[in-house]
């Protein structure tokens, strides 16, 4: 009886022990993810060895700031998805930052020293480079090639390896059905150069936000000559995704050269006549990086902002950003962009051309000749 007994009390003791040791192994970091560490570490960024290292600093931190992009109306469902998934974080402030003026004021806060409080800030194209210098060097490229951090390695900035893009923009050609048929809209984009598109026949926008997007596949020069020669085609110039399609919704013009898909299907929703259309056409036009964030450099939260910006880039918060804001990224199986883009010829403005698009922009403008507004 009393060996039946020690034979239990060893077994227990044994089961006990092998449980301890397999709970250390789901949460010790592998000779692989801390040679990893080491090497992240010497090139001065931080590197954590598992998951479970950050969520423990997160739960000390319990909030969250960030400055976003996404409309306003997809807060809610993204925080709510959120704090289900990390219960501790329980005060979460997202604000939307729209438009150059505001950039150029937040990135003055920043060098300045006066943006405390903000966790997480979009990277304007514009100002990409001077932005990249104030965030905080974690190696998030290399945490998730080794799957500390479960987000898509081309969202990252292969070389920054600390800014993250989690949704895409594609370019389309938004018409009003009610005055020119389909068929008669630019099946290709020299298309615009036609004679019968001469003369107000088309909005272009001042911003050429649209345009740069064909840099990747036709190189700068060529883009630059088909700036050259869309202004010499005397369209009607005006600025502002929004203003623009409700101008063609109204009627007061055919078609504009091009917009994002989001805008025209915002623009859309508000439409009561329906004659708001669009049309793709090729290469299409597609921002792997619309919305690049990365943790500052002041961060009050920056392990907190490391889970968002992995979260944002699951399965669940892609859901959620093509549902309310139109814009998962490509690289979600399944997302509108991902859908829209399959099979077609695509001019891609990815990592590589990041730092470059204030350039693009400042060109292709000067190429238009720095026309004037019509009022």
Known sequence: MRATALNKIISSFTLLSLLMLATTHAVAASPTLLKAKKEAEAKGYTFFATHDEIVAMAKKEGKLRALMVVDP???????????????????????????????????????????????????????????????????????????????????????????????????????????????????????FLKPEFKGKKFVLDFRPNQLYGLVPAWGLERTLDFARKLAAQQPAWSSGATRINIALANGEYALTFNSTFKAVKRAMKKDPTGSLSYKIVEPVPTRNIDN??????????????????????????QEILDKY???????????????????????????????????????????????????
């Open 325 to 375: 804001d139109l814009r998962a990224s490509v690289f979600t199986p399944g997302s509108t962009a991902a859908q829209m883009t399959w099979g077609k010829e695509l001019s891609v403005v990815d990592w590589d051309h990041f730092t470059r698009l204030g350039e693009y922009m400042e060109k292709i403008f000067a190429a238009y000749g720095f026309p004037k507004a019509d009022k």
């Open 73 to 191: 109306p997809t807060y809610k469902p993204l925080t709510n998805a959120f704090k289900q998934k990390y219960p501790f974080i329980t005060d979460i402030h997202l604000q939307e930052i729209q438009g150059p003026e505001a950039y150029q004021r937040l990135l003055l806060e920043i060098k300045s020293g006066q943006a405390k409080g903000w966790d997480i800030t979009f990277i304007p194209a514009d100002f990409a480079e001077e932005y990249m210098s104030y965030l905080t060097k974690h190696d998030i490229l290399g945490m998730a090639k080794d799957g500390v951090l479960k987000i898509h390695p081309k969202m990252i900035h292969p070389v920054e390896r600390n800014t993250v893009s989690v949704t895409s923009a594609i370019s389309v050609v938004p018409y009003n059905r009610k005055l020119i048929s389909e068929d008669k809209v630019p099946a290709k984009w020299e298309d």
């Open 292 to 317: 690049a964030s990365g943790i500052l450099n002041m961060a009050d939260h920056p392990h907190a902002a490391l889970l968002w910006l992995e979260f944002l880039a699951s399965p669940e918060g």
